[in-house]
């Protein structure tokens, strides 16, 4: 997979996740920030997804919620402030929030 320049099509040369896997298939989001390519890779089938959201919520997304405190509330909620934090991330950062909100209440 190449990633290339907007209006240039030339060759981005910083580190992008998919830059130079190879797959059968790619698949992308109607507004460009996520992708994924799938295919057969050692004789297996197999799919990279790269979701364009914020970095936050997706480290957000892999993290144990018991191991989460008062730093992770700050991060959600300045994420839910801001002017589009992602409509497909908006109810899991709500969800997180009221969570949060309730296990650091007690």
């Known amino acids: ?4 320049r907007p209006g240039f099509f030339d060759d981005v040369w910083h580190s ?7 797959g059968q298939a790619l698949w992308g989001s109607a507004d460009g920030r996520s992708h994924a390519l799938g295919g057969r890779r050692d004789g297996h089938g ?5 979701w364009g959201g914020d970095a936050a919520v997706q480290e957000l997304t ?4 018991a191991g989460m405190g ?4 700050t ?11 992602g409509a497909p991330a908006r109810p899991f950062l709500e969800l997180l929030r009221a969570c949060l909100e309730y296990r650091l209440a007690e």
């Open 1 to 4: 997979m190449r990633y290339l």
């Open 16 to 22: 992008r996740p998919l830059a130079g896997a190879r």
């Open 46 to 50: 197999f799919a990279d997804v790269v």
């Open 62 to 65: 892999q993290r144990p919620m």
């Open 70 to 73: 008062p730093g992770e509330l």
């Open 75 to 85: 991060v959600v909620t300045a994420t839910l402030g801001e002017p589009v934090p």
